[in-house]
C-alpha cells in the first residue's frame, strides 16, 4: 500500500497550483483520502478530504472557496487544486488514508490519528 504525493513547488501570491495523490498496491475506490499539511514549527493539520464511498467532502476554513479536490478513477489517484494561495499555505502536503477510512463519510477535519497510510509530503512555497 502506497501513496504518493507530487506536484508541489514554489509559487507567488494569488497563484496556483495542482498536487497530485497516487496510489498503488490498491484501490482507492470506497476510502475517504485526506490533505493534510505541516507548516515550519507547526503540528500536521487537516485541511480537506474527499469519501469515495458517498461523495462527500469538507474543508476547512481556511481554504474554502481556494482549494478544491477531485479524484480520477481511472488512473486511481486524486488531484488538489489550490487557487489564491497565500503565504500562510506554506507548508508540507501530505495525501493519506487508512484502514478505518473505508466506506467512511468525510464529514469533519481530519484527524492524524485516524490515518495510517501516509504519502512522503511534497513541500510547497507561496512566497514573491
Known amino acids: 500500500v502506497q501513496l504518493q504525493a507530487s506536484g508541489g513547488g514554489l509559487v507567488q501570491p494569488e497563484g496556483s497550483l495542482r498536487l497530485s495523490c497516487a496510489a498503488s498496491?490498491?484501490?482507492?475506490?470506497?476510502?475517504?483520502i485526506a490533505w493534510f499539511r505541516q507548516a515550519p514549527g507547526k503540528e500536521r493539520e487537516g485541511v480537506l478530504c474527499?469519501?469515495?464511498?458517498?461523495?462527500?467532502?469538507y474543508y476547512v476554513d481556511s481554504v474554502k472557496g481556494r482549494f478544491s479536490i477531485s479524484r480520477d478513477n481511472t488512473k486511481n489517484a486524486l488531484y488538489l487544486q489550490m487557487n489564491s494561495l497565500k503565504p500562510e499555505d506554506t507548508a508540507v502536503y501530505y495525501c493519506?488514508?487508512?484502514?478505518?477510512?473505508?466506506?467512511?463519510?468525510?464529514?469533519?477535519?481530519?484527524?492524524?490519528?485516524?490515518?495510517?497510510?501516509w504519502g512522503q509530503g511534497t513541500l510547497v512555497t507561496v512566497s514573491s
Open positions: 493519506a488514508t487508512g484502514r478505518w477510512m473505508y466506506g467512511h463519510s468525510c464529514g469533519y477535519a481530519p484527524k492524524t490519528y485516524e490515518y495510517d497510510y
Open positions: 498496491g490498491f484501490s482507492l475506490d470506497y476510502y475517504t
Open positions: 474527499i469519501s469515495n464511498s458517498d461523495g462527500s467532502t
